[in-house]
């Protein structure tokens, strides 16, 4: 078997003086070749592949085998093979088997110059003499067995095995990255299919339509800026045909604050119908917040009850931003809903005030979210209640085209925080049988 001047290996190799010039160094080119090769990719399948059969035939090889570890089952899984009768890809073996089970404990190459002498060979091929194994190791970590065997006796000269080494090294590295890629990858995308089937689930607990209500129209959106967010709003049908209009923010982002936002929504639901107001329900709920609710995690949150018979909203705050109530017969035009008493939910023991506001067929109220009006430039200027003003001046306003001015602001750098917003107005005679639907993103 003719072998290579020297290999890029970091290994000196010997060669005898019968070995042609020109048959080491195309050895040596196609050796250095497949080196290249196998670190080129990050196909797990791909690498084997190429291992044992260029290995092959470079070797004239009787059999080529490459066993990969799995530890936790304490077993090596034959991943690619070729030349071999007896056993396909996928064939286990114990730890403790012949050659491949002697290298795995020794960490060390194990040379068999004639098989029928050695103890730890198990009979394969009838054609094979000599046989090497090599361990895979990477940073004291072994990552499976190389194997080679030829049809002549002591067929693997020590430079041959050297050089055979200094590719297992090789094979090694490459297929520990190719390893952890493959498991990234999983990970990533068993993530991104839970991130959608927790967007799926978080777009079902927001309402599916605005709801019929006498002489009003109320819709809302929310744009979650992650695949779930800790923003959501509710309508909440009450007792006397009144309605709870609810606007909330969990703390943080993500898949954290959207279980606390569902866990709060289903709270709120339980207190609304038999408290005795907002006030009422925001204290009860803080206290069961307080109670369940983990160390530095809180909800603000705006609660109102729609009162459509005698035309009032009536809310409390726990610390949220005011909502915006733009009627003409103010003397501003408008006005932000300012609460007395009412820290976030979750923090410590609070009172909640309530307002009370007189809604006429002239009035809207605009219950928001941070993500709309601190939604923000590269520079850092800030979307802003003047602007959010601006929009609420025009009467027929909808959640969809509020969103849409904040995003056409923000030129490109796109929402940088979940994005809700709960429109309230009188409904319009001309409009008095169409239904009001909420989308929700």
């Known amino acids: 078997m003719a072998t290579a001047p020297r290999a890029e290996f970091g290994l000196s190799t010997q060669f005898s003086a019968e070995t042609p010039v020109t048959l080491r160094i195309s050895e040596l080119v196609r050796l250095q070749k497949s080196a290249q090769r196998i670190t080129s990719t990050l196909n797990l399948d791909e690498i084997v592949e190429r291992v044992v059969h260029e290995v092959s035939n470079s070797l004239d090889a009787v059999e080529i085998n490459l066993y990969l ?15 071999c009768t007896m056993y396909c890809r996928g064939h286990r073996l114990k730890d403790s088997a012949g050659m491949v089970g002697h290298v795995a404990r020794t960490r060390k190459l194990h040379y068999a ?10 009979a394969c091929e009838p054609a094979t003499r000599s046989e090497v194994a090599i ?4 940073d004291n970590e072994l990552v499976g067995v190389f194997s080679a065997s030829h049809r002549e006796v002591n067929a693997f000269c020590p430079a041959q095995l050297r050089l055979l080494q200094g590719l297992c090294s090789h094979v090694a590295v490459a297929v520990q990255n190719a390893r952890r890629f493959h498991d990234e990858h999983k990970r990533r995308e ?29 819709s809302g959106l929310s744009v979650p800026v992650g695949a779930v967010g800790g923003d959501w709003y509710d309508f909440i049908p009450l007792p006397g045909g009144r309605w709870g209009l609810v606007l909330a923010d969990v703390s943080g982002k993500g898949m954290a604050a959207a279980l606390l936002m569902s866990a709060t929504r289903g709270m709120l639901r339980s207190l609304a119908s038999t408290a005795s107001g907002p006030g009422e329900v925001l204290t009860r709920l803080n206290k069961l917040l307080l109670e369940d609710f983990p160390d530095g995690r809180f909800v ?4 109102a009850e729609l009162d459509p018979q005698k035309r009032t909203l009536r809310l ?29 939910l979750g923090v410590s023991a609070s009172k909640f005030s309530e307002t009370v506001v007189e809604l006429s067929p002239n009035s809207r109220v605009a219950f928001y979210s941070d993500g709309i009006t601190e939604a923000e430039l590269e520079s850092g200027e800030e979307y802003g209640a003047e602007r959010l003003l601006a929009q609420l001046q025009a009467s027929d306003v909808t959640p969809e085209d509020l969103i849409s001015d904040v995003r056409k602001f923000a030129n490109g750098a796109g929402l940088r925080d979940d994005a809700t917003v709960i429109l309230l107005g009188a409904r319009p005679e001309r409009n008095s049988n169409r239904t009001s639907v909420a989308t929700a993103i």
């Open 300 to 303: 603000t949150m705006v609660y």
């Open 316 to 344: 409390a705050n726990a610390g949220h931003l005011p909502p915006l109530f733009v009627d003409s017969a103010e003397p501003a035009g408008h006005r932000w809903i300012q609460t007395e008493h009412g820290l976030p």
């Open 113 to 122: 110059p004639d098989v029928r002498l050695d103890p730890y060979y198990v």
């Open 69 to 83: 570890h799995e530890p936790e089952q304490n077993e090596f899984v034959l991943a690619g093979v070729c030349g």
């Open 190 to 218: 068993q993530m991104t299919r839970e991130a959608e089937e927790a967007r799926v689930i978080q777009q079902a607990l927001l309402p599916r339509n605005s709801p019929l209500i006498p002489g009003f129209c109320v």
């Open 135 to 138: 361990p895979l190791e990477v």
